[in-house]
Nanobody
Framework: VQLQAFGGGLVQAGDSLRLSCAGS????????MAWFRQAPGKERTFVAT????????YYGDFVKGRFTISRDNAKNTVYLQMNSLKPEDTAVYYC?????????????????WGQGTLVTVSS
């Protein structure tokens, strides 16, 4: 079972970027699929998650309408569209998946993790 994230890169403040995370080895159709991020020297923090059961989405407070999570269950893939990027968004972004139930914003609740993709936003 594997999650593979890609799409990171170096962008300027105000730019947009779309991250993708493809799952393999099992279906994640019913699972929460999420994005977390970790900046250098900081803890891993919750960005967004989307339920596979009912399509509900949840976002970290700092997102403030700039990011949108979506998924394509047929492709076993989750996306993160990031707009109006800021230098403080610089981090390694990780995708993750968990079964329904329990907290959706705690990294410890997630069973599967991708390898991370680096997003760097220059000012």
């Amino acid at each position: 079972v594997q999650l593979q994230a890609f799409g990171g890169g170096l962008v300027q403040a105000g730019d947009s970027l779309r991250l993708s995370c493809a799952g393999s080895g099992r279906t994640f159709r019913r699972d929460y699929m999420a994005w977390f991020r970790q900046a250098p020297g900081k803890e891993r923090t919750f960005v967004a998650t989307m339920s596979g059961y009912d399509g509900m989405t949840y976002y970290g407070d700092f997102v403030k309408g700039r990011f949108t999570i979506s998924r394509d269950n047929a492709k076993n893939t989750v996306y993160l569209q990031m707009n109006s990027l800021k230098p403080e968004d610089t981090a390694v972004y990780y995708c993750a998946a968990k079964a329904p139930g329990g907290n959706y914003d705690s990294p410890s609740r997630y069973d599967y993790w991708g390898q991370g993709t680096l997003v760097t936003v220059s000012s």
